[in-house]
Protein backbone atom coordinates (compact mmCIF):
# COMPACT_ATOMS: atom_id res chain seq x y z
CA UNK A 1 0.00 0.00 0.00
CA UNK A 2 1.57 3.50 -0.65
CA UNK A 3 0.84 5.49 2.10
CA UNK A 4 -0.16 9.42 2.44
CA UNK A 5 2.86 11.76 2.49
CA UNK A 6 2.62 15.01 4.85
CA UNK A 7 4.54 17.80 5.54
CA UNK A 8 7.91 18.08 6.92
CA UNK A 9 8.12 18.21 11.13
CA UNK A 10 9.06 21.51 12.69
CA UNK A 11 12.34 22.23 14.41
CA UNK A 12 10.45 21.84 18.29
CA UNK A 13 8.90 18.46 17.33
CA UNK A 14 8.93 15.75 19.46
CA UNK A 15 10.67 13.31 17.06
CA UNK A 16 14.03 11.21 17.45
CA UNK A 17 17.22 11.97 15.87
CA UNK A 18 17.10 10.99 12.33
CA UNK A 19 13.70 9.58 12.90
CA UNK A 20 11.22 12.53 11.23
CA UNK A 21 8.24 11.54 9.27
CA UNK A 22 9.28 10.84 6.19
CA UNK A 23 10.07 7.46 4.12
CA UNK A 24 9.97 4.76 6.53
CA UNK A 25 9.39 4.74 10.46
CA UNK A 26 8.96 7.71 12.51
CA UNK A 27 10.17 7.85 16.47
CA UNK A 28 8.93 10.03 18.76
CA UNK A 29 8.94 10.60 22.35
CA UNK A 30 5.68 12.54 23.56
CA UNK A 31 6.01 13.89 26.74
CA UNK A 32 3.42 16.57 26.51
CA UNK A 33 0.26 18.32 24.65
CA UNK A 34 2.52 20.21 22.32
CA UNK A 35 3.92 17.10 21.24
CA UNK A 36 0.89 14.95 20.62
CA UNK A 37 -0.35 18.28 18.71
CA UNK A 38 3.13 17.73 16.84
CA UNK A 39 2.32 14.19 16.33
CA UNK A 40 -1.37 14.56 14.78
CA UNK A 41 -0.37 17.07 12.53
CA UNK A 42 0.52 13.67 10.25
CA UNK A 43 -1.81 11.04 9.26
CA UNK A 44 -1.29 7.58 11.35
CA UNK A 45 -0.35 5.44 9.08
CA UNK A 46 2.56 7.82 7.34
CA UNK A 47 4.62 7.53 10.77
CA UNK A 48 4.80 3.65 9.93
CA UNK A 49 6.82 1.70 7.26
CA UNK A 50 3.95 -0.35 5.99
CA UNK A 51 0.05 -1.49 7.30
CA UNK A 52 0.58 -4.91 7.87
CA UNK A 53 2.43 -6.55 10.71
CA UNK A 54 4.24 -8.42 8.40
CA UNK A 55 5.67 -5.68 6.07
CA UNK A 56 6.90 -3.37 9.65
CA UNK A 57 8.35 -6.61 10.96
CA UNK A 58 10.38 -7.24 7.69
CA UNK A 59 11.70 -3.93 7.55
CA UNK A 60 12.98 -4.11 11.16
CA UNK A 61 14.40 -7.16 10.29
CA UNK A 62 15.88 -5.27 7.22
CA UNK A 63 17.47 -2.97 9.37
CA UNK A 64 19.20 -5.52 11.89
CA UNK A 65 18.60 -8.85 10.58
CA UNK A 66 21.12 -10.83 13.31
CA UNK A 67 19.16 -8.65 16.06
CA UNK A 68 17.40 -11.02 18.48
CA UNK A 69 13.76 -9.89 18.12
CA UNK A 70 12.72 -12.71 21.04
CA UNK A 71 14.44 -13.78 23.84
CA UNK A 72 12.34 -16.53 25.46
CA UNK A 73 13.11 -17.70 28.86
CA UNK A 74 12.05 -20.99 29.20
CA UNK A 75 11.90 -21.17 32.84
CA UNK A 76 12.49 -18.91 35.84
CA UNK A 77 15.89 -19.77 35.60
CA UNK A 78 17.23 -16.93 33.37
CA UNK A 79 20.46 -18.82 31.91
CA UNK A 80 17.80 -21.09 30.42
CA UNK A 81 16.81 -18.91 27.55
CA UNK A 82 16.11 -19.30 23.22
CA UNK A 83 17.23 -16.10 20.93
CA UNK A 84 14.90 -15.60 18.13
CA UNK A 85 16.89 -13.36 15.76
CA UNK A 86 14.63 -10.88 13.35
CA UNK A 87 15.68 -12.62 10.30
CA UNK A 88 14.53 -15.93 11.48
CA UNK A 89 11.64 -14.28 12.91
CA UNK A 90 10.39 -13.01 9.76
CA UNK A 91 11.57 -16.41 7.89
CA UNK A 92 8.99 -18.40 10.60
CA UNK A 93 6.43 -15.81 9.79
CA UNK A 94 6.55 -16.60 6.31
CA UNK A 95 6.74 -20.44 6.76
CA UNK A 96 3.69 -20.24 8.86
CA UNK A 97 1.72 -18.67 6.60
CA UNK A 98 2.59 -21.17 3.94
CA UNK A 99 1.19 -23.51 6.31
CA UNK A 100 -2.02 -21.96 7.39
CA UNK A 101 -2.82 -21.47 3.86
CA UNK A 102 -2.37 -25.09 2.78
CA UNK A 103 -3.71 -26.04 5.78
CA UNK A 104 -7.13 -24.19 5.34
CA UNK A 105 -7.96 -26.35 2.30
CA UNK A 106 -8.51 -23.29 -0.09
CA UNK A 107 -10.70 -21.28 2.44
CA UNK A 108 -9.14 -18.05 4.23
CA UNK A 109 -7.46 -19.22 7.02
CA UNK A 110 -8.62 -18.96 10.55
CA UNK A 111 -6.11 -19.67 12.69
CA UNK A 112 -7.35 -20.14 16.73
CA UNK A 113 -4.24 -19.84 18.95
CA UNK A 114 -4.32 -21.12 22.47
CA UNK A 115 -0.99 -20.79 23.46
CA UNK A 116 1.31 -19.89 26.45
CA UNK A 117 3.70 -17.27 25.93
CA UNK A 118 6.56 -18.62 23.74
CA UNK A 119 7.92 -16.92 20.41
CA UNK A 120 5.84 -19.90 18.35
CA UNK A 121 3.10 -18.31 19.55
CA UNK A 122 3.99 -14.98 17.82
CA UNK A 123 4.84 -16.77 14.86
CA UNK A 124 1.33 -18.27 14.73
CA UNK A 125 -0.94 -14.90 15.42
CA UNK A 126 1.23 -13.29 12.98
CA UNK A 127 1.47 -15.54 10.45
CA UNK A 128 -2.14 -16.79 10.27
CA UNK A 129 -2.87 -12.41 10.30
CA UNK A 130 -0.57 -12.34 7.14
CA UNK A 131 -2.92 -14.47 5.08
CA UNK A 132 -6.35 -14.94 7.26
CA UNK A 133 -7.58 -14.48 10.44
CA UNK A 134 -5.54 -15.10 14.11
CA UNK A 135 -8.18 -15.70 16.94
CA UNK A 136 -6.26 -16.22 20.74
CA UNK A 137 -7.86 -17.85 22.58
CA UNK A 138 -7.56 -17.84 26.62
CA UNK A 139 -5.89 -21.27 27.59
CA UNK A 140 -7.61 -21.57 31.18
CA UNK A 141 -11.20 -21.38 29.53
CA UNK A 142 -13.00 -24.94 29.85
CA UNK A 143 -13.43 -26.87 26.50
CA UNK A 144 -17.04 -25.75 26.12
CA UNK A 145 -15.92 -21.95 26.25
CA UNK A 146 -13.00 -22.96 23.40
CA UNK A 147 -15.06 -24.73 21.30
CA UNK A 148 -17.82 -22.04 21.32
CA UNK A 149 -15.36 -19.29 20.01
CA UNK A 150 -14.30 -21.40 17.84
CA UNK A 151 -17.06 -21.72 16.33
CA UNK A 152 -18.55 -18.08 16.63
CA UNK A 153 -15.34 -17.84 14.09
CA UNK A 154 -15.43 -20.89 12.19
CA UNK A 155 -11.76 -21.89 12.83
CA UNK A 156 -10.61 -24.03 10.50
CA UNK A 157 -6.95 -24.29 11.67
CA UNK A 158 -6.00 -24.80 15.45
CA UNK A 159 -2.47 -24.13 16.85
CA UNK A 160 -2.65 -25.43 20.50
CA UNK A 161 0.01 -26.00 23.52
CA UNK A 162 0.61 -29.20 25.00
CA UNK A 163 0.73 -30.65 28.88
CA UNK A 164 4.17 -29.15 28.75
CA UNK A 165 3.34 -26.21 29.69
CA UNK A 166 0.96 -26.95 32.64
CA UNK A 167 -2.38 -27.48 32.64
CA UNK A 168 -4.94 -25.59 30.16
CA UNK A 169 -7.33 -26.69 27.50
CA UNK A 170 -4.88 -28.35 25.65
CA UNK A 171 -5.61 -31.31 28.08
CA UNK A 172 -9.10 -31.57 26.78
CA UNK A 173 -7.88 -30.98 22.83
CA UNK A 174 -9.87 -34.22 21.64
CA UNK A 175 -12.54 -33.05 23.14
CA UNK A 176 -12.73 -29.17 21.81
CA UNK A 177 -11.80 -30.71 18.13
CA UNK A 178 -15.14 -33.32 17.84
CA UNK A 179 -16.75 -30.03 18.83
CA UNK A 180 -15.75 -27.85 15.99
CA UNK A 181 -16.83 -29.01 13.10
CA UNK A 182 -14.62 -26.53 10.61
CA UNK A 183 -11.39 -27.57 11.88
CA UNK A 184 -9.20 -29.00 9.29
CA UNK A 185 -6.14 -29.16 11.15
CA UNK A 186 -4.21 -28.79 14.18
CA UNK A 187 -0.55 -27.78 14.84
CA UNK A 188 0.92 -28.36 18.23
CA UNK A 189 3.88 -25.95 20.20
CA UNK A 190 5.79 -28.19 22.68
CA UNK A 191 5.70 -31.52 21.84
CA UNK A 192 8.38 -32.01 18.50
CA UNK A 193 7.77 -35.68 18.69
CA UNK A 194 4.45 -35.76 17.69
CA UNK A 195 3.73 -35.66 14.09
CA UNK A 196 1.83 -32.28 14.50
CA UNK A 197 4.44 -30.45 15.90
CA UNK A 198 4.61 -26.92 14.66
CA UNK A 199 8.32 -26.65 15.50
CA UNK A 200 8.94 -30.00 12.97
CA UNK A 201 6.39 -28.09 10.18
CA UNK A 202 8.05 -24.77 10.21
CA UNK A 203 11.22 -25.88 9.94
CA UNK A 204 10.10 -28.21 7.01
CA UNK A 205 8.74 -25.51 5.36
CA UNK A 206 10.12 -23.45 2.56
CA UNK A 207 9.43 -20.14 1.83
CA UNK A 208 9.21 -20.23 -1.48
CA UNK A 209 6.02 -20.18 -2.03
CA UNK A 210 5.34 -17.21 0.26
CA UNK A 211 5.46 -14.43 -2.64
CA UNK A 212 2.76 -15.84 -4.25
CA UNK A 213 -0.01 -15.95 -1.38
CA UNK A 214 -2.72 -13.89 -1.34
CA UNK A 215 -2.18 -11.22 1.52
CA UNK A 216 -4.71 -9.58 4.12
CA UNK A 217 -4.83 -5.90 3.60
CA UNK A 218 -3.72 -3.44 6.21
CA UNK A 219 -7.63 -2.61 6.86
CA UNK A 220 -9.12 -5.80 6.40
CA UNK A 221 -9.99 -7.95 9.61
CA UNK A 222 -7.08 -9.65 10.84
CA UNK A 223 -7.41 -11.08 14.53
CA UNK A 224 -10.45 -12.21 16.42
CA UNK A 225 -9.89 -11.22 20.00
CA UNK A 226 -11.93 -12.05 22.48
CA UNK A 227 -12.51 -9.58 25.21
CA UNK A 228 -11.59 -10.45 28.70
CA UNK A 229 -14.89 -11.41 30.10
CA UNK A 230 -14.76 -9.26 32.96
CA UNK A 231 -17.99 -8.82 33.77
CA UNK A 232 -19.96 -11.87 31.67
CA UNK A 233 -19.23 -14.11 28.68
CA UNK A 234 -16.37 -12.87 26.26
CA UNK A 235 -17.48 -11.08 23.20
CA UNK A 236 -15.24 -11.61 19.53
CA UNK A 237 -14.05 -8.36 18.29
CA UNK A 238 -12.59 -7.18 15.00
CA UNK A 239 -9.44 -6.62 14.96
CA UNK A 240 -7.40 -5.00 11.70
CA UNK A 241 -3.13 -4.79 11.47
CA UNK A 242 -3.51 -0.97 10.66
CA UNK A 243 -5.02 -0.47 13.83
CA UNK A 244 -2.78 -2.93 15.84
CA UNK A 245 0.58 -1.50 14.00
CA UNK A 246 -1.39 2.45 15.00
CA UNK A 247 -1.58 1.27 18.96
CA UNK A 248 1.88 0.10 18.90
CA UNK A 249 3.36 2.85 17.06
CA UNK A 250 1.76 5.37 20.30
CA UNK A 251 2.61 2.99 22.43
CA UNK A 252 6.62 3.18 21.43
CA UNK A 253 5.81 7.12 21.73
CA UNK A 254 4.87 7.10 24.99
CA UNK A 255 7.00 4.64 26.31
CA UNK A 256 10.32 4.22 24.06
CA UNK A 257 10.47 3.81 20.39
CA UNK A 258 14.28 3.75 20.18
CA UNK A 259 15.96 0.31 18.55
CA UNK A 260 17.66 -0.01 21.89
CA UNK A 261 14.78 -0.85 24.56
CA UNK A 262 14.26 -4.12 25.84
CA UNK A 263 10.64 -5.07 26.67
CA UNK A 264 9.94 -7.41 29.27
CA UNK A 265 6.85 -9.14 28.35
CA UNK A 266 4.70 -10.96 31.01
CA UNK A 267 1.08 -10.94 29.68
CA UNK A 268 -0.95 -12.99 27.53
CA UNK A 269 -0.66 -13.06 24.27
CA UNK A 270 -4.01 -13.91 23.64
CA UNK A 271 -4.92 -9.96 25.39
CA UNK A 272 -4.16 -6.45 23.27
CA UNK A 273 -1.91 -6.20 26.37
CA UNK A 274 0.85 -8.66 25.67
CA UNK A 275 0.20 -8.72 21.85
CA UNK A 276 0.22 -5.32 20.99
CA UNK A 277 0.84 -2.84 23.68
CA UNK A 278 4.00 -4.81 24.57
CA UNK A 279 4.60 -7.13 21.50
CA UNK A 280 4.24 -5.91 18.30
CA UNK A 281 5.32 -2.41 19.66
CA UNK A 282 8.88 -3.45 20.09
CA UNK A 283 9.08 -5.23 16.84
CA UNK A 284 7.39 -2.40 14.96
CA UNK A 285 10.57 -0.78 16.60
CA UNK A 286 12.97 -2.74 16.20
CA UNK A 287 13.13 -3.74 20.16
CA UNK A 288 13.82 -7.20 21.92
CA UNK A 289 10.93 -8.50 23.61
CA UNK A 290 11.88 -10.63 26.58
CA UNK A 291 9.30 -13.40 27.15
CA UNK A 292 9.01 -13.85 30.93
CA UNK A 293 8.63 -17.58 30.95
CA UNK A 294 5.39 -19.64 29.01
CA UNK A 295 3.67 -18.56 32.53
CA UNK A 296 5.01 -14.64 32.25
CA UNK A 297 3.87 -12.98 35.36
CA UNK A 298 2.19 -16.23 36.81
CA UNK A 299 5.29 -17.50 37.38
CA UNK A 300 6.95 -17.40 40.79
CA UNK A 301 10.21 -17.15 39.69
CA UNK A 302 9.48 -14.16 37.38
CA UNK A 303 8.06 -12.52 40.30
CA UNK A 304 10.24 -14.05 43.01
CA UNK A 305 13.72 -13.14 40.83
CA UNK A 306 11.79 -9.74 38.93
CA UNK A 307 14.53 -7.65 39.50
CA UNK A 308 17.84 -9.79 38.68
CA UNK A 309 16.27 -11.00 35.51
CA UNK A 310 15.59 -6.95 34.91
CA UNK A 311 19.34 -6.28 35.27
CA UNK A 312 20.63 -9.30 33.51
CA UNK A 313 18.58 -8.67 30.56
CA UNK A 314 18.97 -4.57 30.94
CA UNK A 315 15.34 -4.31 30.58
CA UNK A 316 14.30 -1.12 29.66
CA UNK A 317 10.37 -1.02 29.90
CA UNK A 318 7.91 -3.12 31.78
CA UNK A 319 4.07 -3.56 31.30
CA UNK A 320 1.77 -5.16 34.00
CA UNK A 321 -1.69 -5.36 36.12
CA UNK A 322 -1.66 -4.24 39.21
CA UNK A 323 -1.69 -7.09 40.94
CA UNK A 324 1.91 -7.93 39.63
CA UNK A 325 3.22 -4.74 40.87
CA UNK A 326 1.57 -5.04 44.19
CA UNK A 327 3.60 -8.93 44.54
CA UNK A 328 6.74 -7.07 43.31
CA UNK A 329 6.23 -5.07 46.26
CA UNK A 330 4.95 -7.64 48.87
CA UNK A 331 8.21 -9.88 47.77
CA UNK A 332 10.86 -9.40 50.70
CA UNK A 333 14.65 -8.69 50.14
CA UNK A 334 14.09 -7.22 46.28
CA UNK A 335 17.48 -6.31 44.43
CA UNK A 336 16.18 -3.53 42.66
CA UNK A 337 19.22 -1.29 42.26
CA UNK A 338 20.79 -1.00 39.42
CA UNK A 339 18.40 -1.52 36.91
CA UNK A 340 17.70 -0.26 33.47
CA UNK A 341 14.01 0.33 33.54
CA UNK A 342 12.96 3.82 31.88
CA UNK A 343 8.84 3.29 32.27
CA UNK A 344 7.13 1.37 34.08
CA UNK A 345 2.93 1.15 32.98
CA UNK A 346 0.64 -0.38 34.58
CA UNK A 347 -3.31 -1.53 33.15
CA UNK A 348 -5.87 -3.56 33.22
CA UNK A 349 -7.57 -2.59 36.46
CA UNK A 350 -7.60 0.66 38.59
CA UNK A 351 -3.73 1.24 40.12
CA UNK A 352 -4.52 1.89 44.28
CA UNK A 353 -3.10 5.42 45.14
CA UNK A 354 -1.30 3.82 48.17
CA UNK A 355 0.12 0.84 45.59
CA UNK A 356 1.47 3.76 43.42
CA UNK A 357 2.73 5.39 45.90
CA UNK A 358 4.71 3.13 48.10
CA UNK A 359 6.27 1.43 44.45
CA UNK A 360 7.73 4.85 44.20
CA UNK A 361 8.76 5.11 47.34
CA UNK A 362 10.44 1.83 47.55
CA UNK A 363 11.84 1.48 44.04
CA UNK A 364 11.77 4.86 42.69
CA UNK A 365 9.86 3.72 39.42
CA UNK A 366 6.16 5.63 39.11
CA UNK A 367 3.53 3.61 37.86
CA UNK A 368 2.17 4.80 34.75
CA UNK A 369 -1.41 3.66 34.33
CA UNK A 370 -2.53 2.91 30.78
CA UNK A 371 -6.61 2.20 29.78
CA UNK A 372 -7.89 0.55 27.10
CA UNK A 373 -10.07 -1.38 25.62
CA UNK A 374 -9.87 -5.02 23.31
CA UNK A 375 -12.75 -2.96 21.62
CA UNK A 376 -9.98 -0.56 20.49
CA UNK A 377 -7.08 -2.27 19.50
CA UNK A 378 -5.14 -1.25 23.07
CA UNK A 379 -4.25 0.95 25.01
CA UNK A 380 -5.85 4.28 24.72
CA UNK A 381 -4.64 6.86 27.36
CA UNK A 382 -1.92 6.97 29.27
CA UNK A 383 0.81 9.21 31.29
CA UNK A 384 3.67 11.02 29.14
CA UNK A 385 6.55 10.65 31.28
CA UNK A 386 7.55 14.62 31.56
CA UNK A 387 9.93 13.61 34.39
CA UNK A 388 7.49 14.05 37.37
CA UNK A 389 4.83 12.18 39.08
CA UNK A 390 2.21 11.49 37.20
CA UNK A 391 -1.60 12.82 37.96
CA UNK A 392 -2.22 10.41 40.83
CA UNK A 393 -5.30 8.44 40.52
CA UNK A 394 -5.92 8.98 36.61
CA UNK A 395 -5.34 6.83 33.54
CA UNK A 396 -3.61 9.95 31.87
CA UNK A 397 -4.31 11.58 28.67
CA UNK A 398 -5.78 10.49 24.89
CA UNK A 399 -3.61 9.11 23.13
CA UNK A 400 -2.88 11.41 19.65
CA UNK A 401 -5.84 10.83 17.16
CA UNK A 402 -8.01 9.87 19.73
CA UNK A 403 -10.80 12.13 21.95
CA UNK A 404 -12.48 11.04 24.90
CA UNK A 405 -15.34 12.39 26.29
CA UNK A 406 -17.50 11.56 29.61
CA UNK A 407 -21.60 11.74 28.96
CA UNK A 408 -24.64 10.59 29.63
CA UNK A 409 -26.86 7.91 27.71
CA UNK A 410 -30.15 7.05 27.74
CA UNK A 411 -31.24 3.92 25.61
CA UNK A 412 -27.81 3.87 23.82
CA UNK A 413 -28.27 7.42 22.53
CA UNK A 414 -26.49 10.60 23.90
CA UNK A 415 -28.23 12.50 25.82
CA UNK A 416 -25.73 15.12 27.37
CA UNK A 417 -21.79 15.96 27.88
CA UNK A 418 -21.08 16.24 31.63
CA UNK A 419 -19.16 19.46 33.00
CA UNK A 420 -15.33 18.65 33.97
CA UNK A 421 -15.53 16.35 37.20
CA UNK A 422 -18.67 15.36 36.99
CA UNK A 423 -19.27 11.82 36.43
CA UNK A 424 -20.80 10.16 33.18
CA UNK A 425 -20.12 6.95 30.85
CA UNK A 426 -16.50 7.65 29.32
CA UNK A 427 -17.13 6.98 25.22
CA UNK A 428 -13.90 7.14 23.04
CA UNK A 429 -13.22 8.05 19.06
CA UNK A 430 -10.37 7.56 17.39
CA UNK A 431 -7.78 6.16 15.08
CA UNK A 432 -7.97 2.78 16.71
CA UNK A 433 -11.60 2.31 17.50
CA UNK A 434 -12.97 -0.97 16.04
CA UNK A 435 -15.47 -1.54 13.95
CA UNK A 436 -17.09 -3.69 16.11
CA UNK A 437 -17.62 -7.45 17.28
CA UNK A 438 -18.04 -10.82 15.32
CA UNK A 439 -21.67 -10.81 16.09
CA UNK A 440 -23.27 -7.47 14.92
CA UNK A 441 -25.93 -7.85 17.38
CA UNK A 442 -23.41 -6.73 20.14
CA UNK A 443 -22.65 -3.49 18.08
CA UNK A 444 -26.04 -2.30 19.01
CA UNK A 445 -24.79 -1.50 22.66
CA UNK A 446 -21.32 -0.79 21.87
CA UNK A 447 -21.85 2.33 19.45
CA UNK A 448 -23.29 5.60 21.16
CA UNK A 449 -26.10 7.20 18.76
CA UNK A 450 -26.92 10.84 18.03
CA UNK A 451 -23.69 12.39 19.01
CA UNK A 452 -23.29 15.83 17.75
CA UNK A 453 -20.59 15.74 15.65
CA UNK A 454 -21.88 12.81 14.05
CA UNK A 455 -18.71 10.41 14.22
CA UNK A 456 -18.54 7.09 15.52
CA UNK A 457 -18.05 7.01 19.19
CA UNK A 458 -18.01 3.87 21.03
CA UNK A 459 -19.71 3.18 24.61
CA UNK A 460 -16.68 1.86 27.20
CA UNK A 461 -19.21 0.81 29.53
CA UNK A 462 -16.65 2.61 32.28
CA UNK A 463 -18.09 5.16 34.79
CA UNK A 464 -15.20 8.00 34.62
CA UNK A 465 -14.35 11.86 34.23
CA UNK A 466 -12.55 14.47 32.72
CA UNK A 467 -10.67 17.27 34.61
CA UNK A 468 -9.40 20.42 32.89
CA UNK A 469 -6.22 19.50 31.89
CA UNK A 470 -8.09 16.39 29.44
CA UNK A 471 -6.62 13.76 32.30
CA UNK A 472 -9.01 10.68 32.20
CA UNK A 473 -10.24 9.66 35.21
CA UNK A 474 -12.06 5.91 35.67
CA UNK A 475 -14.46 5.14 38.25
CA UNK A 476 -15.36 1.55 37.62
CA UNK A 477 -16.80 -0.36 35.03
CA UNK A 478 -20.95 0.61 35.52
CA UNK A 479 -21.71 -2.84 35.57
CA UNK A 480 -19.03 -2.97 38.79
CA UNK A 481 -21.41 -0.46 40.68
CA UNK A 482 -23.02 -1.40 43.68
CA UNK A 483 -26.33 -0.18 44.13
CA UNK A 484 -27.75 -0.24 47.41
CA UNK A 485 -31.51 0.41 47.39
CA UNK A 486 -31.12 2.75 44.36
CA UNK A 487 -28.01 3.86 46.00
CA UNK A 488 -24.83 3.62 43.82
CA UNK A 489 -21.56 3.11 45.12
CA UNK A 490 -18.65 3.22 43.23
CA UNK A 491 -15.86 0.04 44.12
CA UNK A 492 -12.77 2.35 44.24
CA UNK A 493 -13.89 3.58 47.30
CA UNK A 494 -13.98 0.66 49.49
CA UNK A 495 -11.31 -0.50 47.45
CA UNK A 496 -8.93 2.38 48.01
CA UNK A 497 -9.82 2.49 51.83
CA UNK A 498 -8.22 -1.54 52.66
CA UNK A 499 -5.36 -0.64 50.55
CA UNK A 500 -4.48 1.86 52.81
CA UNK A 501 -4.22 -1.46 55.65
CA UNK A 502 -0.18 -3.08 55.51
CA UNK A 503 -1.82 -6.42 55.73
CA UNK A 504 -4.13 -6.04 52.61
CA UNK A 505 -2.01 -6.99 49.21
CA UNK A 506 -5.19 -6.81 46.79
CA UNK A 507 -8.92 -5.80 47.24
CA UNK A 508 -12.08 -6.20 45.59
CA UNK A 509 -15.63 -4.38 46.52
CA UNK A 510 -18.58 -5.92 45.05
CA UNK A 511 -22.56 -6.09 45.43
CA UNK A 512 -23.82 -8.88 47.89
CA UNK A 513 -27.49 -9.99 46.87
CA UNK A 514 -30.22 -8.06 49.56
CA UNK A 515 -33.83 -9.31 49.53
CA UNK A 516 -34.62 -5.35 50.82
CA UNK A 517 -32.08 -3.37 49.11
CA UNK A 518 -30.76 -5.00 45.76
CA UNK A 519 -27.16 -4.84 47.04
CA UNK A 520 -25.52 -4.79 50.09
CA UNK A 521 -21.21 -3.38 50.26
CA UNK A 522 -18.63 -6.31 50.53
CA UNK A 523 -15.18 -6.74 49.90
CA UNK A 524 -12.96 -9.45 49.36
CA UNK A 525 -8.92 -9.40 50.44
CA UNK A 526 -6.02 -11.40 49.96
CA UNK A 527 -3.32 -10.58 52.55
CA UNK A 528 0.58 -10.41 52.32
CA UNK A 529 2.83 -13.70 52.94
CA UNK A 530 2.47 -13.89 56.88
CA UNK A 531 0.75 -11.32 57.69
CA UNK A 532 -2.94 -11.68 59.56
CA UNK A 533 -5.62 -9.27 59.65
CA UNK A 534 -9.29 -9.44 61.26
CA UNK A 535 -12.67 -8.68 59.07
CA UNK A 536 -13.67 -6.34 62.16
CA UNK A 537 -10.48 -4.29 61.84
CA UNK A 538 -10.63 -3.99 58.17
CA UNK A 539 -14.24 -3.03 58.81
CA UNK A 540 -13.55 -0.67 61.39
CA UNK A 541 -10.86 0.68 58.80
CA UNK A 542 -13.14 1.55 56.52
CA UNK A 543 -15.73 3.36 58.62
CA UNK A 544 -12.69 5.91 59.19
CA UNK A 545 -11.26 6.06 55.75
CA UNK A 546 -14.80 6.01 53.58
CA UNK A 547 -17.30 9.34 54.43
CA UNK A 548 -20.17 7.78 53.06
CA UNK A 549 -21.72 5.78 55.78
CA UNK A 550 -23.90 3.71 52.96
CA UNK A 551 -20.21 2.67 51.12
CA UNK A 552 -18.64 0.81 54.43
CA UNK A 553 -18.76 -2.46 53.45
CA UNK A 554 -21.03 -5.35 55.86
CA UNK A 555 -18.61 -7.82 55.58
CA UNK A 556 -15.42 -8.43 54.62
CA UNK A 557 -14.28 -12.17 53.60
CA UNK A 558 -10.18 -12.90 53.50
CA UNK A 559 -9.44 -15.33 50.55
CA UNK A 560 -5.92 -16.95 50.37
CA UNK A 561 -5.56 -16.03 46.69
CA UNK A 562 -7.57 -13.58 44.74
CA UNK A 563 -9.44 -15.14 42.02
CA UNK A 564 -7.86 -13.87 38.52
CA UNK A 565 -8.36 -13.45 35.20
CA UNK A 566 -5.62 -15.29 32.57
CA UNK A 567 -4.90 -11.18 32.26
CA UNK A 568 -4.39 -10.50 35.51
CA UNK A 569 -7.28 -8.47 36.17
CA UNK A 570 -9.53 -9.35 39.50
CA UNK A 571 -12.52 -11.75 38.31
CA UNK A 572 -15.07 -10.20 39.52
CA UNK A 573 -17.60 -12.61 37.73
CA UNK A 574 -16.22 -15.56 40.21
CA UNK A 575 -16.63 -12.85 43.27
CA UNK A 576 -20.35 -12.37 42.65
CA UNK A 577 -21.16 -15.81 42.17
CA UNK A 578 -19.43 -16.81 45.83
CA UNK A 579 -21.45 -13.84 46.83
CA UNK A 580 -24.62 -15.44 45.68
CA UNK A 581 -23.72 -18.79 46.32
CA UNK A 582 -23.31 -17.65 49.96
CA UNK A 583 -26.57 -15.83 50.32
CA UNK A 584 -28.46 -18.98 48.87
CA UNK A 585 -27.10 -21.63 51.42
CA UNK A 586 -27.46 -18.61 54.24
CA UNK A 587 -31.75 -18.15 52.98
CA UNK A 588 -32.12 -22.06 52.09
CA UNK A 589 -30.23 -22.80 55.88
CA UNK A 590 -33.02 -20.28 57.40
CA UNK A 591 -35.95 -21.11 55.45
CA UNK A 592 -35.69 -25.31 54.98
CA UNK A 593 -33.60 -26.25 57.82
CA UNK A 594 -34.70 -29.47 57.07
CA UNK A 595 -33.41 -29.76 53.19
CA UNK A 596 -29.70 -30.44 52.67
CA UNK A 597 -27.96 -28.40 50.04
CA UNK A 598 -26.44 -30.87 47.53
CA UNK A 599 -24.94 -28.26 45.15
CA UNK A 600 -25.37 -24.19 44.29
CA UNK A 601 -24.47 -23.06 41.05
CA UNK A 602 -24.98 -19.63 39.64
CA UNK A 603 -25.43 -18.73 35.62
CA UNK A 604 -24.05 -15.17 34.62
CA UNK A 605 -24.67 -15.64 30.87
CA UNK A 606 -27.92 -14.41 30.46
CA UNK A 607 -29.59 -10.66 31.44
CA UNK A 608 -30.37 -12.10 35.11
CA UNK A 609 -27.93 -14.40 36.91
CA UNK A 610 -29.83 -17.70 37.63
CA UNK A 611 -29.04 -19.91 40.81
CA UNK A 612 -29.72 -23.25 40.75
CA UNK A 613 -30.22 -24.92 43.84
CA UNK A 614 -29.75 -29.37 44.02
CA UNK A 615 -31.52 -30.21 47.36
CA UNK A 616 -32.18 -33.75 48.64
CA UNK A 617 -35.42 -33.33 51.25
CA UNK A 618 -38.27 -36.10 52.65
CA UNK A 619 -40.57 -36.06 49.80
CA UNK A 620 -43.31 -35.35 52.11
CA UNK A 621 -41.59 -31.93 52.69
CA UNK A 622 -40.80 -30.90 49.07
CA UNK A 623 -43.60 -29.35 48.43
CA UNK A 624 -43.70 -26.95 51.34
CA UNK A 625 -39.84 -26.47 50.85
CA UNK A 626 -40.57 -25.55 47.11
CA UNK A 627 -43.04 -22.94 48.36
CA UNK A 628 -40.81 -20.97 51.20
CA UNK A 629 -38.42 -21.29 48.90
CA UNK A 630 -40.17 -19.69 46.17
CA UNK A 631 -41.50 -16.64 48.68
CA UNK A 632 -37.96 -16.01 49.89
CA UNK A 633 -36.25 -16.07 46.59
CA UNK A 634 -38.83 -13.78 45.05
CA UNK A 635 -36.96 -10.14 46.15
CA UNK A 636 -33.53 -11.19 45.01
CA UNK A 637 -32.43 -9.72 42.00
CA UNK A 638 -31.07 -13.00 41.02
CA UNK A 639 -33.65 -15.52 39.76
CA UNK A 640 -33.66 -19.67 41.32
CA UNK A 641 -34.31 -23.12 40.06
CA UNK A 642 -34.75 -26.16 42.26
CA UNK A 643 -34.25 -29.32 42.00
CA UNK A 644 -34.92 -32.09 44.21
CA UNK A 645 -33.67 -35.66 45.42
CA UNK A 646 -35.64 -37.84 47.87
CA UNK A 647 -33.96 -38.14 51.57
Request: proline share 6%.
Amino acid sequence: MTLATNKAASSSAPWLSGAAPGAGLARAAVRSDADRAEVERYDPLSLLPADTVYECIAASAAAAPDKPAIIHMKSGDPADTVSVTYRDLVSDIEKAACLFSEAAQGEVPVVSCIVPLHPQGLVAVWGAGTVGIANPINPFLDAAGVASIMNSVKANVLVVGTSQFGAGAWDRLDQIAGAVPTLKKIFLIGDTDDDRSFAKALAAQSTAGFASLKRRKGSEDSVYMPTGGTTGAPKIVRHSQDKHLIDAWLMGALFGASEDEVVAQGMPHFHVGGLVAASLRAVLFGQTILILTPDGFRNPGVVGGFWNIMKRFKVTSVIATPATAAALLAAPGSDHEGHSIRSFGCGGSTVPVELLRSFHKRFGLYLRELWGMTEFHGVTTGHPDHGGEPAIGSVGKPFAFHEVKAINIEDGEFAGEVPNGSEGIIVVKGACVGVGYVDPRANEEFFVKGMPDGDVWANTGDLGSMDEEGHVWIHGRAKDLIVRGGHKIDPKVIEEALQHHPAVQVSAAIGRPDARRGEMPIAYVQLKAGSDVSADELIALCQEQISERAAVPIEIITLPAMPMTAVGKIAKPQLRVDATTRVVREVVSQMAPSAEIRDVTVDQTGKRPVARIALTVPESEKASVTQKLEEAFTSFEFSTELSFQAA
